[in-house]
């Protein structure tokens, strides 16, 4: 009887499947954070930008920026931008603030999560100071305030003069640290 040899063969290719499936499955979060980077799409924004950057301002156009805040599911959190909508030229640098409120009695972590409309917008919004950067601890029964300082670089093509700033965000459990980086992608680190 030859099916011994087959079964071997069977088992040899299953396992060299659920090792592809394997790395495969490893793989997508970085391959996707890569593909969004490159296409703009899900908003991905370039952080950590320097002040020393600034371009010159080109005054002949005015872009408006809007923002808006979301809290996720199960957050009892409060976040609101102080600012809804600013108007400015690209290469001039601009400040908004947002504020969030840890309405429980015990200290929380919390972490924002942008995106940016239209997403090929994103590629010209350059983040200098923003407090979704990285993971936020806020006490028990704390408002905090948080600066985001930005500037839409000159090359951002005139067919774009509106763009919303979305924020998502998160409750986080005190085992992990989240933090952007300045390729634009989350990293988490157990405690």
């Known amino acids: 009887m030859e099916t011994k040899p087959d079964n071997k063969k069977l088992i040899y290719r299953l396992c060299i499947a659920v090792a592809f499936m394997f790395g495969f499955g490893f793989a997508l979060v970085p391959l996707y954070d890569v593909f969004c980077q490159i296409t703009g799409i899900n908003g991905r924004v ?112 005139h067919s774009i003069s509106l763009l919303t700033v979305s924020y998502t965000l998160y409750k986080v459990g005190t085992g992990a640290v989240v933090s952007v980086s300045q390729e634009g992608k989350r990293n988490v680190e157990s405690l």
């Open 46 to 157: 370039v952080v950590n930008a320097s002040e020393d950057e600034l371009q010159t301002v080109d005054e002949s156009r005015l872009v408006t920026v809007e923002f808006i805040t979301r809290i996720a599911n199960g957050n009892n959190m409060t976040f609101e931008a102080l600012t809804k909508r600013v108007q400015l030229h690209p290469g001039q640098l601009s400040e908004v603030a947002f504020t969030v409120k840890n309405p429980s009695d015990v200290q929380a972590y919390a972490q924002a999560i942008p995106s940016v409309s239209p997403g090929q917008a994103s590629l010209f919004l350059n983040k200098t100071e923003c407090f979704c950067f990285q993971q936020q601890e806020l006490e028990a029964n704390e408002t905090v305030t948080y600066p985001m300082k930005f500037y839409l670089d000159r090359d951002l093509p």
